[in-house]
């Protein structure tokens, strides 16, 4: 306990303590009558408070004054600010401490500092700095506590604590948490790359923003050229410049972009391949639905340089020598005749797709190659009647049945746009070819040529699996079914080409289209 002396407010504290040194110093006065019992052995210590003791006896007699009180105090709090002392250090100097009532003076010593009579305060230990207290951790309980200031190890050491007492817990958590992960982003992947997409019918009117000609071709051709029209997303380009070095001929690619990378990357490949700078390119820009097969068919026939127009998918190979035979072909032909373009699936790579009708006979016998789509839709194709066009030497005409949907050549200005009701996978091109059917077109199928298409990893359609898909737009397109027979004037309850009825409940049915 140290006291300030010079304060007025410790007047009372101060007079407290005289009494309870006087009555200390009167019991150890009487105490210090008794002659004490001498021992063979003594040490240092106990000769110094025998002298001690002696000496204060002779001044316990004397009352002291609060001034000599507070010159005590004043020494103790000068010795306690000092520097601590080591132990293997000698004691400070002896200090005199002067009473008014006493000439003599009384030397003390930290050592002789539990004088009896003068009773002055004990020594305290040097103050412990806040900045060298380290943090102690102690148990409360069943958890572990610091004392201290908190910092990144005292809580990475709880944590570890913690955790390792309920680990179990924390791997059920964890499981779980990967497990929601997984499913979410198998349903939602990032924006603009399979991202799910509102249901087909609730975005079958969206609109996009396109720009036609982004790069404008710098060659001029001939106006009864054929121009491929395609539809590519980003991950295709690659295709598109083998498509261009083969076919060496006008073609109008609509693009889908979802973000401005997309641009960036056609920008490279502008750079890269001189064989892209003839070809033109338009954007039409994500907004939200699955892709927009049909939109993208309508830019790229709109902005072909030519009317005759070739619809064909981005990971097709055409024959060798096609441009030359399809433009001597449409020269001087009807412009509601469609020509049918037969195509195949190959599992051979593209520097070994066969480029001739013999080539592809001889892939066709060795299994090498099929007819497109053979498995998964045979009345998609089998119209072609391929055993026909194998011997086949001229063009030949086909009729037109329900699900029929064969890559065509036809002439831009008569034929309607594609439905653009249509977002995703599933029913896309046929109805388009069903409305060709119901204005009168006529179908030939061309002897000498042909597409293959290469083999690619499985596409990611936006949206549900192809299944899914198939089923939501089948409610579509019994709607544009109907929508264009009223239009054309044709009867709705009765099958023209074996579509299904339309009335009732037969529409909807998978077993009705396929």
Known sequence: LILDADDDDDDEIYRSF?????????????????????????????????????????????????????DQHQEK??????????????PPSPKRVKTDTDT????????????????????????RHHHHHMPVLRRTGTSMMWDGSSNSAVLLHNARVYIGRHRLLFLFGFIIFCFVLIHISAKKPL?????????????MFTTFHTVKFYNKPLRKFDEDDVTIAAQVSPNRLARIVEMAIEWQGPMSVALYVYSDEDVEELDRYLVKYPALRDVGIHLLYYNETRYPVNNLRNLAVEASLTPWVLILDADFVTSGGM???????VRGSDHKTAYIIPAFSTTLPPTKIPRTKRGIISALIDGDAAVVNKNACYKCHNVTDYHRWYFALEPYQVWYRWVYEPFLLFYRDEAPPFREEFKGYGFDKNT???????????????PEAFITHQPHERTH?????????????????CGVVLDTKQALGYPVDESIYGEPPLLGKGCETNQKWF
């Open 77 to 90: 709090k000068k010795h306690l600010r000092r520097k601590p002392v080591e132990e293997d250090t000698p």
């Open 104 to 127: 003599t003076d009384t030397t003390t010593t930290p050592s002789s500092s539990s004088s009896s009579s003068q009773h002055p305060l004990p020594l305290l230990p040097p103050p």
């Open 461 to 477: 359609w936006d949206g549900n699996n192809v299944d899914e898909q198939l089923g939501e737009m089948l409610s579509i397109v």
């Open 432 to 446: 388009w070819v069903y409305n060709l059917a119901l204005l009168g077109w006529d179908f030939y199928v061309l």
């Open 191 to 203: 924006p603009g790359r399979g991202k799910v997409e509102p249901s087909a019918i609730h975005t």
């Open 18 to 70: 005289t009494k309870a040194i006087s009555a200390t110093s009167s019991s150890s006065s009487s105490k210090s009558s008794k002659p004490p019992t001498s021992t063979s052995k003594s040490t240092p210590s106990s000769s110094s408070s025998s002298s001690s003791s002696s000496s204060s006896s002779s001044s316990s007699s004397k009352p002291r004054t609060k001034e000599e009180i507070k």
């Open 323 to 329: 441009l030359d035979y399809l433009n001597s072909v």
